[in-house]
């Protein structure tokens, strides 16, 4: 999440402290204009997350990759999706993923809406909910709320989409080494309570190095580091805050070198590793530690929440 989406969230929970603490906000830009034209990629999730959309099956003669075979009310999901133009003209479909038990779609907002986004998309929550019962199904089918991204950047698109089409192998890797995408809870490492996902093993790996880069190091000076530190044949751990550090860590997932990072957040019951990291992370090759609870709104990072990342790293590195 972005900066300026979770300094708006910050602003709104000070304004409205008693509606912050009691309400699971989902996902939404402060002051942005949700009937202007804007590209979105929307969420939702399947009450309880039950998997009432579709079955999740692997790799067979038939089908390269894993995939997502939809059950009748799963198809009536994506007949609701891709039907929202009907009402609204202006929005414009641009990719879509029904997993299981959430959805995810990219759709364009070619002109001014005549209603809020939101509209539309409890408009479409009627549509499946009906759908539902016409199939003797319970309703409701969908979660209260759900998520938005609002494209901002170039290349975004891209990647979103990306994302979408990746949906069904990440799952089938997540299920098929679970232990790794499990987050374990008040876990003592290195004499501190943290969190932690992903390959524990790597603690006992008999080579542990700290990666730890000065900001005033050049180009050169970071290259040299990390050839170094990447022949020795360890585990590198760090919190890769300095340009330096991440530029090493970068290197170590590129070259499948196991590490570990140490995160300047926890993690909810939901979390699970991004981009290189998630099949890093499926491969045995990461394991993510936080010293700190989990939490949704946005937090600069102190110097004294530096200070801690370090020290934890440095502790793991030296088995202290």
């Not at 891709?82 to 009402?87: F, N, S």
């Not at 509209?119 to 979660?143: D, M, T």
């Not at 000076?221 to 860590?249: F, H, T, Y």
Request: proline residues 6%; aromatic residues 8%.
């Amino acid at each position: 999440m972005d900066e300026k989406r979770n300094e708006g969230r910050k602003q709104w929970s000070k304004k409205h402290p008693d509606v912050a603490a009691t309400h699971s906000m989902k996902r939404r830009m402060v002051n942005h204009d949700y009937q202007g034209r804007a590209i979105y990629m929307i969420t939702l999730c399947v009450e309880g997350r039950m998997p009432r959309l579709g079955t999740l099956y692997g790799p067979d003669s038939i089908h390269p990759l894993p995939w997502v075979n939809l059950s009748p009310l799963g198809e009536s999901v994506k007949a609701e999706w891709l039907g929202i133009p009907r009402y609204y003209p202006q929005i414009r479909m641009l990719a879509l993923t029904i997993m299981p038990d959430h959805l995810h779609g990219i759709l364009f907002v070619t002109e001014t809406l005549p209603v809020h986004l939101g509209k539309v998309i409890n408009g479409f929550k009627s549509g499946c909910n009906r759908a539902a019962r016409e199939l003797e199904l319970p309703v409701p089918l969908w979660e209260q709320g759900y998520t938005d991204g609002v494209l901002q950047g170039k290349g975004q698109l891209d990647r979103w989409t990306a994302y979408l089409l990746d949906n069904p192998r990440r799952l089938w890797l997540k299920r098929q080494h679970q232990d790794f995408f499990t987050v374990s809870h008040h876990l003592t490492i290195a004499g501190s309570t943290v969190s932690a996902m992903g390959n524990h093993q790597l603690l006992q790996h008999p080579s542990i190095m700290q990666v730890y880069c000065s900001r005033r190091m050049n180009d050169e000076e970071i290259a040299r580091e990390g050839d170094r530190l990447l022949a020795q044949g360890a585990v590198l751990v760090s919190p890769a805050i300095s340009p330096g550090e991440k530029a090493i860590m970068n290197r170590a997932l590129e070259a499948g070198v196991p590490v570990i990072f140490i995160c300047n957040n926890g993690f909810d019951a939901m979390a699970k590793p991004g981009g290189k990291l998630f099949d890093a992370c499926a491969a045995g090759k990461v394991l993510l530690v936080s010293p700190f609870v989990h939490h949704n709104d946005y937090q600069a990072l102190t110097a004294e929440c530096c200070r801690k990342m370090n020290a934890l790293a440095r502790a793991i590195a030296t088995r202290q």
